[in-house]
């Protein structure tokens, strides 16, 4: 990687303690595919001047006499007022302007990443702005933040604080985000940017992408293509609230604004304080949407994602399959199902706590973390060695952020609440969920002890399940002070990644999910101490297909946990072949969310030969690169995609069929990923049919099977009793 600076007019050259500055007027910075270039004269406006393909110091140079209108790089708000602006503030003296020019720039190393810092000074208040952007040499994505500090003598207000903005050229773009609700998120989205503002925003406080994602993706070339044109993929790295803002105005320019959701969140800082803002990261892909897609599960496994490089283990869940009835024999009979059929991790959920408020139902017990007796009387050590009976590792679920008022815990500290003077709490799930306030550091240090106290007696947890499931309905915090009510939001992520931190810190290998009524937390910003999320609580094998889909535009299958669930199904009644259900879960992390007992023997055999057959593929599946093949937003009749190793030696081929249409004619759909000039056995996983299929063990080149692609059969050629309309096909590619 280039991440030098290129000069057209050095005007000072110092060193200080870990950096290097310097300034210059052009400033480009290379990711392994991409430069970002910028006009960084002291004493003037910090300038964007190009974001797109890797280009040379010659272009660099060159650039200015190329054409085009030139644009603040982070524009600041009350010297220029009509534009749309990335920053804004109210100084001590109730002055609203900004005027930041360059003061200098810096670079360093960090954990083998190049960081470059622009420094921003206002020309008459003693206000600083740190842009800083992070490049990793063998990375397609770069970070962008900033850090604003306040020197003068008194507090300032900001009232806008963005991570970023980028200047997109107006024309054929078109804009792929996602949207949803509970049991239906992450549906795709692809429209053209026209005049206006484009506003993609939450306001939830916890649960920040249950509606909409703080992702997106621009294709500059007209509607988003998988494999083909000009793409821009953004993705904003925070858990709370935040707004992306597109706004195509009279210029010749798509203006992206991303950051924290600055409404009701007002946030005075005092003299010496910084206020960083969550990183922004970017990558650039000439390979269509799939390309910036790989680009982000890299960079997101290599440097966002805990333990992005491990891999994840095949697990039971116990929710759906007894919900809160738990209890010893029944946790016992499931570990030793989960075991025989091959699985490597046992998951207790919700049920196990509560002494005066026993956890039977949603409605009591949070904050009370202690073991139900009844329920389980040799506790959780009792289940720790049962697991080990069974060859099976032990995990537990826990809802940490959040307390019943049928509690103790609130008995004894209704202060610790998210609620706001003078009025009544607002209760959620159970009519008396609420929110501990993780602004508030005894909060913090309680949902610390729930962690500590459960891994100090019982080390050999490996996974925890952290839940949320509420958001902050009501604005207020007992804590905060009346002048810092705006300060909720903000304070309450940064409680929370504190306490994250701490734990972190202290217990660094064990696996954590992060659950938030399902796909509620899916988002870069939360997963730095998570290992994984709960994708959906839908479990539908056919829904997950559309759900798991538009997931996978930002995040890997490594962190997407896809479980086998029951038929008919808990959330939409479908009834759905265990064969589908399967190939389905295969395509992500796989697990179970089902009660075994209520499976037949076939059934199980078969989900046996399928967890064998996932341990083979699972490197592939799990650090492999994707390949969206066919959509199934394209309702064409199927879906598929596959996964090819970085050696290209191995890939993972799936195909989905999502209607059934007498007659039909599905399309062929080609690979994508293999090397042309490689031979690949084919061998399908989870077989069922009588007869092989007519490609089983078959050599392909690479070339063909990418240009022709093998022909699926509509139907499956199985047992009368076992025909339905449903078919699926999972194909092993292995180079000879």
Known sequence: MNLRLISLSLSALTFCTGAHYTYAENIKIDTQNSSLVLQADKGKKLK?????????????NNIRQAGGKIFNAYPDYGMLTMPETALAMIHGDGNMTLDLVVDGVSTRKENGADIRTVTLKDTQYPVTVKVNYKTWPNEN???????ITNNEKSPVTLTRFDSGYLPIRNGNVWLSSFHGNWGNEARLTEEPLTRGIKVIKSHEGVRNSR??????????????????????????CYGGNYKLRIDTDETDSHHFFA?????NSQYKLGKGE???????ALAWSDEGVGGASRSFHKWGRNHRLAHGNTPRKVLLNSWEGVYFDINEQGMANMMKNIAQMGGELFVMDDGWF???????NDSQGLGDWIVDAKKLPGGIQGLINEAKKNNVSFGIWIEPEMVNSRSELYEKHPEYIVNADKRNPKFGRGKTQLNLDMSNPKVQEIVFQIVDTLMTKYPEIDYIKWDANMDIENHGSQYLPADRQGHLYIDYMKGLEKTLDRIRAKYPDVTIQACASGGGRVNWGILPWFDEFWTSDNTDALQRIYIQWGTSYFF???????????????????????????????SGRLGMEIQPDDMTETEKAQTKKAIEQYKEIRPV????????????????????????????????????????????????????????????????????????????????????????????????????????????????????
């Open 48 to 60: 964007h001047l190009y974001y797109g393909g890797k280009i040379s110091n010659e272009d660099v």
């Open 621 to 736: 599946v799990q650090f492999g690169d994707l390949y969206r093949l066919l959509s199934p937003y394209d309702e064409k009749g199927a879906a598929s995609l596959m996964y090819v190793a970085p050696e290209k030696d191995k890939a993972v081929y799936y195909w989905w069929k999502t209607r059934a249409h007498r007659n039909e004619i599905l399309p062929r759909v080609a690979m994508k990923g293999l090397d042309p000039n490689k031979t690949y056995t084919v061998r399908e996983l989870n077989r069922i049919d009588r007869k092989p299929l007519s490609f089983e063990g078959k050599s392909y080149s690479g070339k063909f099977l990418m240009e022709r692609g093998l022909e699926m059969p509509v139907n499956h050629d199985v047992e009368k009793e076992m025909q339905s309309d449903w078919s699926s096909r999972v194909l092993y590619l292995e180079a000879k």
């Open 211 to 236: 509606y909409d994602h703080a992702e997106v993706m621009f294709s500059l070339d007209g509607k988003p293509d998988e494999n083909n044109g000009r793409v821009i993929g953004a993705a904003l």
């Open 354 to 360: 509560g002494v005066k408020y026993p956890r039977n």
């Open 259 to 263: 950051g924290i959701n600055e409404e």
């Open 274 to 280: 910084t206020f960083t803002t969550p990183a922004l």
């Open 141 to 147: 994505v770069m970070e962008t933040w900033t850090e």
């Open 556 to 586: 890997p299958a490594i962190a997407m946990g896809s479980h086998i669930s029951a038929a008919p199904n808990h959330q939409t009644r479908r009834t759905v072949p265990i064969k589908y259900r399967t190939d389905v879960a295969m």
